[in-house]
């Protein structure tokens, strides 16, 4: 049980093409989006489509993955933690961020073939 207490997996597509920086110490750092969609019936049985946009980021050999075959609309199954992390501002406001730091990445789909990370 012990792996299981930072544990996140979804299911969903890319918002947006990934976002590749190079940090100082040379490690490579991608960011994307994945949006998550739930459906149900409201109280008039009307089918209602509910999506929540995840803040996703990955490093090294996943980043490598990822920054080669993923492009906005990608459906890919995710692994990770979430991770919380603070900064300041333009302004000097403190601001804060969960993002989930990806571990493994299946993409999904029959345009772009599976590869696993």
């Not at 997996?9 to 739930?38: D, H, W």
């Not at 008039?44 to 996943?62: D, S, Y």
């Not at 906005?72 to 692994?79: F, L, P, Q, S, W």
């Amino acid at each position: 049980m012990y792996a299981l207490k930072n544990k996140v997996q979804l299911i969903g597509n890319l918002g947006n093409a990934p976002e590749v920086r190079n940090t100082e110490s040379g490690k490579k750092l991608v960011r994307f989006s994945v949006a998550t969609n739930e459906q149900y019936k409201n109280a008039k049985g009307e089918r209602v489509t509910e999506t929540q946009w995840h803040n996703l980021i990955a490093w090294g050999k996943v980043a490598d993955i990822a920054e080669k075959y993923l492009a906005k609309g990608t459906e890919v199954a995710i692994e990770g933690k979430l991770v919380n992390r603070n900064y300041m501002d333009k302004e000097g406001n403190k601001k804060y961020i969960t993002e989930i730091q990806v571990n493994e990445l299946l993409m999904l789909g029959k345009a772009t073939g599976s590869m696993v990370a």
